[in-house]
Nanobody, 125 residues
Framework: QVQLVESGGGLVEPGSSLRLSCVRS??????IAWFRQAPGEEREGISCLNPTDGMTYYADSVKGRFTISRDDAKNTVYLEMNNLKPEDTGRYYC????????????????????WGQGTQVTVSS
């Protein structure tokens, strides 16, 4: 079993920054990804990290603004979010997979085996 616990969300103004954390416990996994879901919308893949090869992937909507990273000593994956926009509002979920995924597949939510409960990010003036 794998448990994922997200934290770091909040209410911020446009242009602000936040850092989300995802702490993993339990079995080792491979790909770790962040998804977000806005009210009435489908869950959207935001970023993915494959620890085995160090590859990272980002949705076009966040490229250049968000950065995914990991601290293996703390079993934690981070999502640094800069220059936040109102359209970044949503509940952010951490997901883990026993597989590693390519640039054409990482954003497919059904590929992930474990999910956290999410942390809310609201960007509003």
């Amino acid at each position: 079993q794998v448990q994922l616990v997200e934290s770091g969300g909040g209410l911020v103004e446009p242009g602000s920054s936040l850092r989300l954390s995802c702490v993993r416990s339990g079995w080792n996994v491979y790909a770790i990804a962040w998804f977000r879901q806005a009210p009435g919308e489908e869950r959207e893949g935001i970023s993915c990290l494959n620890p085995t090869d160090g590859m990272t992937y980002y949705a076009d909507s966040v490229k250049g603004r968000f950065t995914i990273s990991r601290d293996d000593a703390k079993n934690t994956v981070y999502l640094e979010m800069n220059n936040l926009k109102p359209e970044d509002t949503g509940r952010y979920y951490c997901a883990a997979s026993y597989g590693t995924w390519s640039s054409t597949a990482w954003w497919r939510s059904h590929l992930y085996d474990y999910w956290g409960q999410g942390t809310q990010v609201t960007v509003s003036s």
